[in-house]
């Protein structure tokens, strides 16, 4: 019991960021937690943003970890998958306004994996690239393990879903709106 109890220590001291972020109780309204297990013990935290009322947007390795059977429709490539949700508890005009991401500062909404509280990091978009035939926007904007699958805001529009993060390179990568809401127009 010791040795697992120390193992969740280091595992929990040791988990994957880059940048700076904070508690923030905003995220709230932006994402949603998606956990299996117990989350910081013996689980894992994704995070996933509602867009409609019965359907939510999340990174493809948060919905087969914590909902396969929800998923929609996904985008291997790019690391994206539509999720079935019940959002109806969200009033339809506080679903975010969707635009193209450009390269001014975004805002990262998600879920700590250490702690599972909300949180955000922020900073600027620093370059697009490309991922297995995906474009990927790159941001220093701040961002931790657990919030793939996460909500990327510009002057309060959503404009992106968090993706990975590269602790080389201190960026947080996520793919637009620009394609998220062309494959939400094949849905």
């Not at 935290?45 to 390795?61: E, M, N, W």
């Not at 079935?84 to 635009?99: C, H, Q, R, T, W």
């Not at 993706?163 to 637009?176: D, M, Q, R």
Request: hydrophobic fraction near 45%.
């Amino acid at each position: 019991m010791k040795r697992l109890i120390i193992a969740a220590a280091v595992l929990m001291s040791t988990a994957c960021s880059v940048g700076s972020v904070s508690f923030d109780d905003l995220a709230l309204d932006h994402t949603k937690r998606e956990s299996i297990g117990i989350p910081v013990l013996a689980g894992a935290v994704g995070s996933s943003t509602p867009i409609t009322p019965h359907l939510s947007v999340t990174a493809l390795h948060v919905a087969r970890l914590m909902a396969p059977e929800r998923i929609t429709r996904a985008f291997e490539k790019c690391d994206i998958a539509f999720i079935a949700e019940d959002n109806s508890d969200i009033a339809p005009e506080d679903f975010p306004v969707m635009a193209n991401p450009d390269f001014r500062p975004v805002k990262m909404y998600g879920y700590s994996a250490n702690t599972a509280q909300p949180v955000s990091g922020e900073g600027p978009v620093v370059g697009i690239g490309r991922y297995n035939d995906c474009q990927i926007y790159r941001s220093k904007a701040g961002a931790v393990q657990g919030m793939s699958g996460g909500a990327v805001f510009q002057d309060g529009n959503l404009v992106g879903i968090v993706v990975a993060i590269n602790i080389k390179t201190g960026e947080s990568y996520f793919v637009g709106m620009d394609s998220i809401r062309r494959w939400l127009a094949t849905q």
